[in-house]
């Protein structure tokens, strides 16, 4: 199995968790893996990319321009950044909840959205969901980023299984938050599946 997964998000929203479970439920599969992060002052809403490489044994732990095989894009702005590292034919996922940056909110300006989702819309198969709305349905926005990992799972594009990933989070967390998660888990799987969600 190879697989290039690329995520970007802010700092907070749970991105290197998120590369550090996939990571995992690749090597538990027996994978080789590289990963890579790239944080800009995380802890103050700064850009955050991490990048894994599953079964990249002879290449660098950062990926390419051109050459994710998928996108997970936690805030729209980033997703958009870092579209230039997505392969011709790639998949990616975007969370549509901005996270507003620290210069629009000091300068006044609007953070327009729109013009970002035809840009995301038009460069790749683009799935568009609101991780974040859906994390608080199950009971905590804070577990949006599982349910970014569901929905990359069920695009076909991050190659794990759902019960996999299941069982890595019933290891990681505790018993009070498992459940939440495991109810984002599933529904960001279903969110793609056909149940919400919208494939550009």
Same mark, same amino acid.
């Given at each position: 199995?190879?697989?290039?997964?690329?995520?970007?998000?802010?700092?907070?929203?749970?991105?290197?968790?998120?590369?550090?479970?996939?990571?995992?439920?690749?090597?538990?599969?027996?994978?080789?893996?590289?990963?890579? +992060?790239?944080? &800009?002052? /995380?802890?103050?809403?700064?850009? $955050?990319?991490?990048?894994?490489? #599953? @079964?990249?044994?002879?290449?660098?732990?950062?990926?390419?321009?051109?050459?994710?095989?998928?996108?997970?894009?936690?805030?729209?702005?980033?997703?958009?950044?870092?579209?230039?590292?997505?392969?011709?034919?790639?998949?990616?996922?975007?969370?549509?909840?901005?996270?507003?940056?620290?210069?629009?909110?000091?300068?006044?300006?609007?953070?327009?959205?729109?013009?970002?989702?035809?840009?995301?819309?038009?460069?790749?198969?683009?799935?568009?969901?609101?991780?974040?709305?859906?994390? +608080?349905?199950? &009971?905590? /926005?804070?577990?949006?980023?599982? $349910?970014?990992?569901?929905?990359? #799972? @069920?695009?076909?594009?991050?190659?794990?299984?759902?019960?996999?990933?299941?069982?890595?989070?019933?290891?990681?967390?505790?018993?009070?938050?498992?459940?939440?998660?495991?109810?984002?888990?599933?529904?960001?799987?279903?969110?793609?599946?056909?149940?919400?969600?919208?494939?550009?």
């Amino acid at each position: 199995m190879k697989c290039d997964i690329l995520i970007a998000g802010v700092g907070g929203q749970g991105t290197i968790l998120a590369s550090k479970l996939i990571a995992q439920a690749a090597m538990e599969e027996g994978a080789f893996v590289r990963t890579s +992060e790239t944080i &800009g002052m /995380a802890q103050r809403g700064g850009c $955050v990319v991490s990048h894994v490489r #599953i @079964g990249a044994q002879d290449e660098s732990s950062v990926i390419p321009l051109r050459s994710a095989d998928l996108l997970l894009g936690f805030e729209p702005a980033e997703a958009a950044r870092s579209m230039a590292r997505l392969k011709e034919g790639g998949t990616a996922v975007v969370n549509t909840a901005r996270v507003v940056p620290v210069t629009a909110s000091l300068s006044g300006k609007a953070y327009e959205t729109e013009e970002i989702f035809d840009y995301l819309k038009n460069s790749a198969q683009v799935w568009m969901i609101d991780a974040t709305g859906i994390a +608080e349905q199950c &009971g905590s /926005a804070k577990a949006a980023n599982v $349910v970014m990992l569901g929905a990359g #799972i @069920g695009t076909g594009a991050l190659q794990c299984s759902l019960e996999g990933m299941e069982k890595l989070l019933a290891q990681r967390l505790p018993e009070k938050l498992f459940s939440i998660n495991q109810k984002a888990l599933h529904a960001g799987y279903g969110c793609v599946r056909g149940e919400k969600g919208e494939a550009e």
